[in-house]
């Protein structure tokens, strides 16, 4: 690469005369003569100034001069590369490699440049044979690890990037690099330990805050991913990724006011996808502010027609509005691209029974419990709804399925000993009860005071029918 110091303090300015009277003599057409130092020095000056193509002029300019010298081919590569005209590059190293074919810088920076052009499996050869001559290359070790992690081979990359670390703790960029790599191989706690090692070296490297918070996330840690995301929107206030993130970790957190504000300033910064307008219809449905969450799924569905989940969160939230027909036509779109999700035929049965169609909403039951057989709240959901179209028998068989399913909850029986009560069957009633009691020992004063009779003896002799209101049902 070209990383050169100068001796002489007044170095920069003996090199901008020198360009300027280069500049002059090819105006000109004149040939200005340069030493080898010279044409080095102004090469060097053009790159740092990013004027590429006069860099690469200079190093032409070198090659002619010493035609069997490999170093200025090198450096005609690294040009090239810069230039995005990457198979010259690959020439002009394929020449520097015929003239000195052990020079590892050459190959480390072929090696670079073929990664470049997703020829990664090419680029870990160049970079195995630079590193068989020289083994603490910190370069190609480092590179090597890139070439590596294209290819998803994590633990080799890793392997590579540690052996990096391990000679220059303080590459500018291998932790970093480790930190994903920790991350791919789901060594969540070390990733979070790479990129904070990242973050001594520099601490306004906002990309490390980013995937740090990313990685928090991912461990439950969701206040510490938001302050992780906090530092890389201060580094970098319209970092529009780092916003959207934190809206996740803070609904995460339980704190749906904060990512609202968050998804809110992501469409401050661009134009809203899907994504971004159905994660705010999720967090003002949390609020409680259905009609804002239900325009917000209707943006999603403009922006998106097809994404069923903005669809079923559509009708989740005009289901609380008691805008039941409105529900069961978005649940019925939901349906329609995903008409074996078991969550949107229970949430279209829940907004018929809300609406009053029993009967419609019995076979709709059937259908989440024949998808889901496993799902005993909708066993519980068919059972009570069978129960109020008279269907008794169905209706016990049903809540002995939900029993069987989760023999360990308390609502389960609950809900049994409320079924129970309501048909007579007033000692069965009272066992469900007092085993409800025994599984939540905190609701059994509850349960005593709704149902003494049960409890005078300490022996189940009858129940009060329980027959109160029915509540709606949660889409």
Same mark, same amino acid.
């Given at each position: 690469?070209?990383?050169?110091?100068?001796?002489?303090?007044?170095?920069?300015?003996?090199?901008?005369?020198?360009? $300027?009277?280069?500049?002059?003599?090819?105006?000109?057409?004149?040939?200005?003569?340069?030493?080898?130092?010279?044409?080095?020095?102004?090469?060097?000056?053009?790159?740092?100034?990013?004027?590429?193509?006069?860099?690469?002029?200079?190093?032409?300019?070198?090659?002619?001069?010493?035609?069997?010298?490999?170093? @200025?081919?090198?450096?005609?590569?690294?040009?090239?590369?810069?230039?995005?005209?990457?198979?010259?590059?690959?020439?002009?190293?394929?020449?520097?490699?015929?003239?000195?074919?052990?020079?590892?810088?050459?190959?480390?920076?072929?090696?670079?440049?073929?990664?470049?052009?997703?020829?990664?499996?090419?680029?870990?050869?160049?970079?195995?044979?630079?590193?068989?001559?020289?083994?603490?290359?910190?370069?190609?070790?480092?590179?090597?690890?890139?070439?590596?992690?294209?290819?998803?081979?994590?633990?080799?990359?890793?392997?590579?990037?540690?052996?990096?670390?391990?000679?220059?703790?303080?590459?500018?960029?291998? &932790?970093?690099?480790?930190?994903?790599?920790?991350?791919?191989?789901?060594?969540?706690?070390?990733?979070?330990? $790479?990129?904070?090692?990242?973050?001594?070296?520099? @601490?306004?490297?906002?990309?490390?805050?980013?995937?740090?918070?990313?990685?928090?996330?991912?461990?439950?840690?969701?206040?510490?991913? *938001?302050?992780?995301?906090?530092?890389?929107?201060?580094?970098?206030?319209?970092?529009?990724?780092?916003?959207?993130?934190?809206?996740?970790?803070?609904?995460?957190?339980?704190?749906?006011?904060?990512?609202?504000?968050?998804?809110?300033?992501?469409?401050?910064?661009?134009?809203?996808?899907?994504?971004?307008?159905?994660?705010?219809?999720?967090?003002?449905?949390?609020?409680?502010?259905?009609?804002?969450?239900?325009?917000?799924?209707?943006?999603?569905?403009?922006?998106?027609?097809?994404?069923?989940?903005? &669809?079923?969160?559509?009708?989740?939230?005009?289901?609380?509005?008691?805008?039941?027909?409105?529900?069961?036509?978005?649940?019925?779109?939901?349906?329609?691209?995903?008409?074996?999700?078991?969550?949107? &035929?229970?949430?279209?049965?829940?907004?018929?029974?809300?609406?009053?169609?029993?009967?419609?909403?019995?076979?709709?039951?059937?259908?989440?419990?024949?998808?889901?057989?496993?799902?005993?709240?909708?066993?519980?959901?068919?059972?009570?709804?069978?129960?109020? $179209?008279?269907?008794?028998?169905?209706?016990?068989?049903?809540?002995?399925?939900?029993?069987?399913?989760?023999?360990?909850?308390?609502? *389960?029986?609950?809900?049994?000993?409320?079924?129970?009560?309501?048909?007579?069957?007033?000692?069965?009633?009272?066992?469900?009860?007092?085993?409800?009691?025994?599984?939540?020992?905190?609701?059994?004063?509850?349960?005593?005071?709704?149902? @003494?009779?049960? &409890?005078?003896?300490?022996?189940?002799?009858?129940?009060?029918?329980?027959?109160?209101?029915?509540?709606?049902?949660?889409?």
């Amino acid at each position: 690469m070209f990383d050169y110091e100068f001796d002489d303090p007044t170095g920069d300015d003996h090199l901008a005369g020198l360009a $300027a009277a280069y500049e002059e003599a090819r105006a000109e057409g004149r040939r200005l003569f340069l030493d080898s130092d010279d044409l080095e020095g102004l090469a060097t000056y053009y790159f740092e100034l990013g004027r590429l193509t006069d860099a690469l002029e200079i190093v032409d300019l070198q090659a002619e001069q010493m035609p069997g010298a490999a170093d @200025p081919w090198m450096r005609r590569g690294i040009l090239l590369n810069h230039l995005d005209r990457h198979e010259d590059a690959l020439d002009a190293y394929d020449h520097a490699l015929r003239l000195s074919p052990t020079d590892t810088e050459t190959l480390v920076n072929r090696g670079i440049t073929l990664d470049t052009l997703d020829r990664s499996d090419e680029a870990v050869d160049d970079l195995e044979r630079a590193l068989a001559m020289d083994p603490l290359n910190v370069d190609a070790l480092f590179n090597l690890g890139i070439a590596l992690e294209k290819l998803e081979r994590h633990d080799a990359s890793v392997a590579a990037l540690e052996r990096c670390a391990e000679i220059d703790a303080e590459h500018p960029e291998v &932790w970093y690099e480790l930190g994903y790599g920790y991350d791919q191989l789901g060594r969540l706690e070390d990733s979070v330990g $790479a990129y904070d090692r990242q973050i001594d070296i520099d @601490p306004f490297a906002q990309n490390a805050w980013y995937n740090r918070g990313i990685v928090l996330n991912r461990l439950g840690r969701y206040t510490e991913a *938001v302050d992780s995301y906090d530092f890389a929107i201060a580094i970098e206030d319209d970092f529009t990724s780092a916003w959207y993130n934190r809206g996740n970790a803070l609904a995460n957190a339980g704190d749906p006011r904060g990512a609202a504000d968050s998804y809110l300033r992501v469409l401050d910064l661009e134009d809203g996808d899907a994504a971004t307008f159905y994660n705010l219809g999720l967090a003002f449905d949390e609020l409680g502010e259905f009609g804002t969450a239900v325009g917000y799924f209707e943006q999603a569905v403009r922006a998106d027609g097809e994404y069923a989940d903005a &669809w079923y969160g559509m009708g989740c939230a005009l289901d609380a509005q008691g805008r039941y027909p409105d529900a069961i036509a978005a649940f019925d779109r939901a349906l329609a691209l995903a008409p074996e999700d078991a969550e949107f &035929w229970h949430a279209r049965a829940d907004s018929q029974y809300n609406a009053g169609a029993i009967a419609e909403s019995l076979p709709t039951y059937e259908k989440v419990v024949s998808l889901d057989p496993a799902n005993a709240d909708a066993w519980l959901d068919l059972a009570e709804t069978r129960l109020e $179209a008279g269907l008794r028998d169905e209706a016990l068989a049903a809540f002995e399925r939900g029993v069987a399913l989760e023999p360990t909850n308390s609502e *389960v029986y609950l809900r049994q000993a409320w079924a129970l009560a309501k048909l007579g069957q007033r000692e069965s009633a009272a066992r469900s009860f007092r085993r409800a009691a025994e599984l939540d020992p905190s609701r059994a004063d509850e349960i005593r005071r709704a149902y @003494p009779d049960g &409890w005078s003896d300490g022996r189940a002799r009858g129940l009060g029918s329980g027959d109160g209101a029915e509540p709606a049902r949660n889409a």
